[in-house]
C-alpha cells in the first residue's frame, strides 16, 4: 500500500513538474493586457467615452523600457478619458510604431518610433514621438549621450542640418532660436540608419506651438567621425 502511494504521489508531482514547464512565460504584451498577433502586439480598449489602439512590435529587445513608457502613456489618458469632463467627441489615443536599423561596423543597431497621436478634446490631435535604440553588439539601450564620442560637440554639425531641412520640409525661413537648436534636451528622439541619425522633434521642442511634430535626417557622412 505504501509504494503504491508513494508511486501516485510520484506521478502527481512528475506530471505537476511538465505543466509548469509547458506554460508559456508572460511577455510584455501579456503585462499590457495586449493581445499578440503574429509579430504585433495589439492593446484596444473600446468604450462609448474613449477608444485606445495601439500596435506595437512584438519583439522588440528593451521590452521593459517600451512596456513602462506604454503603460504610462495609456494609463494616462485613461485617467483624463474616466474624467467627467464634456465632450463633443469620444477621446482617442493611438500609438502605432516604425522600426529602423543600421549594420554599419563596428555593430548593427535597432530602433523603434512611436508616433502618439491623442484627442481629449482640446481641438486638432496631438502628435509626439518617442524613441527607442538598442546597441546589438552590447546589447543594452543607446541614448544621446551615448550616441557621441566623448568630449565632442554635435550639435555644432547637426542643427545647421536640422534647420536647413525643416526650411525645406515647410518652405519657409525658419527662425529656430539657437537655445532651442542646440539644447541636447530637443534632441533626445532619434533613429539610427545606414544613411544617417533621423531627429524627431515634438510640438514646441525647435518649433514654437502650433507647429506640429516634424523630423529631419542627418547624413551619416556628417557627423560619422562624433558617432561613438
Not at 544617417?196 to 522633434?201: A, E, P, V
Request: glycine share 6%; aromatic share 8%.
Amino acid at each position: 500500500m505504501r509504494v503504491q502511494v508513494f508511486l501516485l504521489v510520484l506521478a502527481a508531482a512528475v506530471l505537476g513538474c511538465h505543466g509548469v514547464a509547458a506554460a508559456a512565460p508572460r511577455t510584455y504584451c501579456d503585462e499590457l493586457k495586449g493581445s499578440t498577433v503574429g509579430q504585433v502586439c495589439e492593446i484596444q480598449i473600446s468604450d462609448p467615452a474613449y477608444s485606445v489602439n495601439i500596435s506595437l512590435p512584438s519583439s522588440y529587445p528593451d521590452q521593459k523600457s517600451l512596456e513602462s513608457y506604454v503603460a504610462q502613456t495609456r494609463d494616462e489618458f485613461l485617467s483624463t478619458a474616466h474624467s467627467s469632463a464634456p465632450r463633443e467627441a469620444p477621446y482617442q489615443l493611438t500609438i502605432t510604431s516604425s522600426n529602423y536599423e543600421s549594420a554599419i561596423p563596428p555593430r548593427g543597431t535597432q530602433s523603434l518610433v512611436l508616433t502618439v497621436v491623442q484627442n481629449v478634446g482640446t481641438g486638432q490631435p496631438a502628435t509626439r514621438y518617442k524613441a527607442f535604440n538598442w546597441d546589438q553588439g552590447y546589447r543594452k539601450p543607446i541614448t544621446y549621450d551615448t550616441l557621441w564620442q566623448p568630449n565632442t560637440d554635435p550639435l555644432q554639425i547637426v542643427f545647421p542640418i536640422v534647420q536647413s531641412a525643416l526650411q525645406k520640409q515647410t518652405g519657409q525661413q525658419l527662425s529656430i532660436a539657437p537655445t532651442a537648436g542646440l539644447d541636447p534636451a530637443n534632441y533626445q528622439n532619434f533613429a539610427i540608419t545606414n544613411d544617417g541619425i533621423t531627429f524627431f522633434f515634438n510640438p514646441g521642442e525647435l518649433l514654437p506651438q502650433p507647429a506640429a511634430a516634424t523630423q529631419a535626417l542627418v547624413p551619416r557622412s556628417a557627423i560619422d567621425s562624433m558617432l561613438a
